[in-house]
């Protein structure tokens, strides 16, 4: 859209994205790593004409840093994760879930997974790999290796899979307990639960 506009080439924001000097982050946890999905906050921005590439990507990241206030970075630190971790499960609830309730409800799920060290098993980073939608993944997909194959490799993905909003983010430091291990949504969108792994492929079958 920027390039659209006029504001930037095309290309040329995500070409930057890739050199963005990290140790320039308000972040410390984004200095180690290579990648800025997931801490570019989705939001309205007003820009200048002559706003760079580092411009935006730092206005950016200023939004982000102010949205994520002292109090849940306590928060993060009560429950002994990194923001990175939050906002990594956030990208996932953004992709899985559509409404507040049921992210919520999947970030309990998933936070659970992860402490009794059961694979997570989510679509929304298997497609951030290969580019398909959910009813379209394959075996082989399943078995594709990648650090974001939730499928094969145990743990969170490597990082963010997509900019998550300030309500997934909310979920994930905020999960609801529940008795539910699975889930899966209908081709509509809704969100359907499970208390066992037999009850969640009789949700396959029906939804």
Request: charged share 25%.
């Amino acid at each position: 859209h920027l390039a659209e506009i006029g504001l930037i080439k095309a290309g040329e924001f995500f070409l930057y994205s890739k050199t963005y000097p990290f140790a320039n982050s308000p972040f410390n946890a984004l200095q180690d790593k290579t990648r800025l999905e997931g801490w570019l906050f989705p939001d309205t921005y007003f820009f200048l004409k002559n706003d760079t590439p580092e411009k935006v990507i730092e206005k950016m990241l200023g939004n982000l840093e102010r949205k994520i206030t002292p109090e849940l970075r306590q928060e993060v630190e009560r429950q002994g994760r990194t923001i990175h971790e939050v906002l990594t499960l956030a990208s996932i609830l953004e992709e899985e879930a559509h409404r507040g309730e049921d992210r919520k409800i999947i970030a309990g799920i998933l936070w659970k997974r992860l402490k009794k060290g059961m694979l997570l098993q989510v679509d929304a980073t298997l497609t951030y790999v290969t580019g398909k939608a959910s009813l379209s993944l394959t075996d082989a997909d399943l078995a594709k290796k990648s650090p974001y194959n939730t499928y094969r490799h145990k743990g969170l993905p490597l990082g963010p899979i997509s900019n998550p909003g300030l309500d997934s983010i909310n979920a994930a430091l905020h999960p609801e307990e529940t008795p539910y291990w699975f889930y899966l949504s209908d081709r509509a969108g809704k969100i359907y639960y499970a208390k066992t792994h037999e009850g969640h492929i009789a949700n396959k079958r029906k939804y």
